[in-house]
C-alpha cells in the first residue's frame, strides 16, 4: 500500500503543477508541491496511514501558500495581481499560441503566461492580435 501511496502522491503532484499552466492564480502549483513533499516523506518511511498523508498535504498546502504565494507573483504575474480594469488590458498586442476559431476559443500569451482567449474572427496560431477586452480570465481578442 505504501508504494501505491507514493506513485499516488508523485502523479497528483505533476498533475496539479502542469495544471497551474491551465489555471493561472498561483495556487494550485503548491498544492502539488505539498503532494510531492508527501511522496517524499512516504519514501523517507513516514506517515503511512493515508489520514496522516491528506493531514501533512492539507497542512503544508496551506504553510506552502502563506509562506510563498506572495513572492512567486512577483516572479510570475497574472491578471489578478494586477488588477487591471478591462480598460487598461485594451489595447494589448498578444500572440495567438493555439487557433482561435470564429466565435471560439483558442489559447494567446500574455504577460509571460498562456490565457483563453475568444474571438469573433478565425485566427491562427502564430499572428498578433489586440485586447478588446475580457471576461474573467478569458482574454476577448481581435486583429489590429
Known sequence: ?????????????????????????LVVVFFGAAALIVALFISLGFFPAWQSQIFVWAVLSLLLILALRRQFRHWFPSLEEIGHPEESLTGE??????????????????????WKARSEQSIAAGEKVKITGRDNIILHVSRH
Open 1 to 25: 500500500m505504501t508504494e501505491l501511496a507514493l506513485y499516488i502522491w508523485i502523479f497528483l503532484g505533476v498533475a496539479l503543477i502542469v495544471l497551474e499552466f491551465i489555471v493561472p492564480g
Open 93 to 114: 498586442i498578444v500572440e495567438v499560441l493555439e487557433e482561435i476559431p470564429a466565435g471560439g476559443e483558442g489559447r494567446v500569451r500574455f504577460q509571460g503566461t498562456s
